[in-house]
T-cell receptor
Framework: DAKTTQPTSMDCAEGRAANLPCNHSTISGNEYVYWYRQIHSQGPQYIIHGLKNNETNEMASLIITEDRKSSTLILPHATLRDTAVYYCIVLDTGRRALTFGSGTRLQVQP | DSGVTQTPKHLITATGQRVTLRCSPRSGDLSVYWYQQSLDQGLQFLIQYYNGEERAKGNILERFSAQQFPDLHSELNLSSLELGDSALYFC????????????FGPGTRLLVL
């Protein structure tokens, strides 16, 4: 699976959009970009995933660049409950296990 | 609530002992994954089962073993426990065996004294 690079930590004001970047410059054509988050010591929570096109669901939006070498997770209106570690994971078709890196620790400030 | 349940929530035991962690996947999910999260190693994949059969292995120690039963629940057995086995153990499930969104349980916190 392609390696990902994320900032170690970020701050965001409550109510503002949180934009979390991820670099995956060695991504190949059949690899998906997944985002999970972990709030404190709870089980990781699936957020969103995509291959080429931008995706949106009730939790977030995923913007993938045209060359697919980077992506941005957008939480449109961050709340205090969005404070968590966010993991960007690149996953090959047929690969089963998630490989978690260090992630980005997002702190939403009141 | 992901729909994945894990028991027990907490477990305290001594070195050399053996414990069993249990996981019930979401209704309809055939695949179960086990992950270990320790302070120094982060979240690491241990093993995957699909419909009762082992599908993939990660960094699972020989002292650890798992199985998935006909009702699809899974158990992770940890034996000859060492202090370094203290960690959070998560179970996740998915519908299929490959590249499918995984839903995680709340975890079992194991403390080996």
């Amino acid at each position: 699976d392609a390696k990902t690079t994320q900032p170690t930590s970020m701050d965001c004001a409550e109510g503002r959009a949180a934009n979390l970047p991820c670099n995956h410059s060695t991504i190949s054509g059949n690899e998906y970009v997944y985002w999970y988050r972990q709030i404190h010591s709870q089980g990781p929570q699936y957020i969103i995933h995509g291959l080429k096109n931008n995706e949106t669901n009730e939790m977030a939006s995923l913007i993938i660049t045209e060359d697919r070498k980077s992506s941005t997770l957008i939480l449109p209106h961050a709340t205090l409950r969005d404070t968590a570690v966010y993991y960007c994971i690149v996953l090959d078709t047929g690969r089963r296990a998630l490989t978690f890196g260090s992630g980005t620790r997002l702190q939403v400030q009141p | 609530d992901s729909g994945v349940t894990q028991t027990p929530k907490h477990l305290i035991t001594a070195t050399g002992q053996r414990v069993t962690l249990r996981c019930s996947p979401r209704s309809g999910d055939l695949s179960v994954y086990w992950y270990q999260q320790s302070l120094d190693q982060g979240l690491q994949f241990l093993i995957q089962y699909y419909n009762g059969e082992e599908r993939a292995k990660g960094n699972i120690l020989e002292r650890f073993s798992a199985q998935q039963f006909p009702d699809l629940h899974s158990e992770l057995n940890l034996s000859s426990l060492e202090l370094g086995d203290s960690a959070l153990y998560f179970c996740a499930s998915s519908v299929r065996a490959d590249q499918e969104t995984q839903y995680f349980g709340p975890g079992t916190r194991l403390l080996v004294l």
